[in-house]
């Protein structure tokens, strides 16, 4: 069995931003989850980069997953 790609779909500034739209996908059928690496977002201390809270999708619904947020 082949192992599907996951790539990412956006970062946000907030745990909130991102729980809400992970709410959308997931409730449209499109499954999704936070990067393993998130608690830089929740604590940037840990980290310089600070590029904020990262949502993942499997790469054969990104396109879907992009206009489901558009459209939100």
Do not use: H, Q, W
């Amino acid at each position: 069995m082949e192992e599907e790609k996951v790539v990412s779909l956006k970062f946000y500034g907030s745990m909130i931003e991102a729980e809400i739209e992970m709410n959308v996908l997931k409730n449209n059928g499109i499954e999704c989850m936070l990067n393993d690496g998130t608690m830089v977002g929740l604590f940037p201390i840990f980290d310089d980069k600070e590029r904020g809270i990262e949502v993942l999708v499997f790469e054969k619904d990104l396109d879907r997953a992009n206009s489901l947020i558009e459209e939100y």
